[in-house]
C-alpha cells in the first residue's frame, strides 16, 4: 500500500524556517517524481514545488523561488522542503503527493502557520 | 501562464441528479495532461480522472471526463451521497509545471 506521511509543520514568525519531511512506502521511492502542494484555509490547492526521481530536475512556483528549496533522499525514501524566509501567506496546508504525471496519491498534509 | 476557470463556483444538486461541471484552459492544453480531483472536508485530494477521460483506480463508472483543447468536462452519471465535495482540474506539464483550477463546490441542495 502506498503511504506518503508528512511531518514538521507547526507555528512560525514571520522571516522564520521551517522543514517539513515526507516519508514514503509501498513503492520504488527512486523511480516516481514527487511534488508539494500546499492549501490555504478554506481555499484551493496550489502547487509548491517538484523534484524528479533523481534530483536531476527541480522546478518552484514563483511565489517560492528563492526562499523554499526542495531535496530528496532515495535511500531513506524521504522527501525535504525547506522553507526560509516564511510569509503569512504561506500559511496551509502542505501535501507531498507523488506524480506520474497526475498526482496518484497523496499525504494527509501538515499544517503550517506563520503568525507573530 | 495557463490559468484554468471552472464553472460553476457552486452546484446544488440532489443525490441521483446529474452533475456536469466545467474546467476553460485559457490556452489549448494537451488531453493527456488534465486531470480531476475530489477533495472532502478536512481530507487529501484524490485522483478521479487522468488523461482526461481515464478514471484512476478504484473510481466508480459513474465518473467521467471529457473534451479537449480549451474545454474540459467532469460529469457524474448519478449522485451519490459521498459525491458531495471540492472538484478540481489541473493541469500538467505546461509553464508553470502544474496549475489547478479554483475548484467547483457541489453541494446538496
Known amino acids: 500500500e502506498v503511504q506518503l506521511v508528512e511531518s514538521g509543520g507547526g507555528l512560525v514568525k514571520p522571516g522564520g524556517s521551517l522543514r517539513l519531511s515526507c516519508a514514503a512506502s509501498?513503492?520504488?521511492?527512486?523511480?516516481?517524481?514527487m511534488n508539494w502542494v500546499r492549501q490555504a484555509p478554506g481555499k484551493g490547492l496550489d502547487w509548491v514545488s517538484s523534484?524528479?526521481?533523481?534530483?536531476?530536475?527541480?522546478y518552484y512556483a514563483d511565489s517560492v523561488k528563492g526562499r523554499f528549496t526542495f531535496s530528496r533522499d532515495n535511500a531513506k525514501n524521504s522527501l525535504y522542503l525547506q522553507m526560509n524566509s516564511l510569509r503569512a501567506e504561506d500559511t496551509a496546508v502542505y501535501y507531498c503527493?507523488?506524480?506520474?504525471?497526475?498526482?496518484?496519491?497523496w499525504g494527509q498534509g501538515t499544517l503550517v502557520t506563520v503568525s507573530s | 501562464e495557463i490559468v484554468l476557470t471552472q464553472s460553476p463556483g457552486t452546484l446544488s444538486l440532489s443525490p441521483g441528479e446529474r452533475a456536469t461541471l466545467s474546467c476553460r484552459a485559457s490556452?489549448?492544453?494537451?488531453?493527456?495532461?488534465l486531470a480531476w480531483y475530489q477533495q472532502k472536508p478536512g481530507q487529501a485530494p484524490r485522483l478521479l480522472i487522468y488523461g482526461a477521460s481515464s478514471r484512476a483506480t478504484g473510481i466508480p463508472d459513474r465518473f467521467s471526463g471529457s473534451g479537449s483543447g480549451t474545454d474540459f468536462t467532469l460529469t457524474i452519471s448519478r449522485l451519490e451521497p459521498e459525491d458531495f465535495a471540492v472538484y478540481y482540474c489541473?493541469?500538467?506539464?505546461?509553464?508553470?509545471?502544474?496549475?489547478f483550477g479554483q475548484g467547483t463546490n457541489l453541494e446538496i441542495k
Open positions: 489541473q493541469q500538467y506539464g505546461s509553464s508553470p509545471l502544474y496549475t
Open positions: 503527493a507523488r506524480a506520474s504525471g497526475r498526482f496518484d496519491y
Open positions: 490556452q489549448s492544453v494537451s488531453s493527456i495532461y
Open positions: 523534484i524528479s526521481s533523481n534530483s536531476s530536475y527541480i
Open positions: 509501498g513503492f520504488t521511492f527512486s523511480s516516481h517524481s
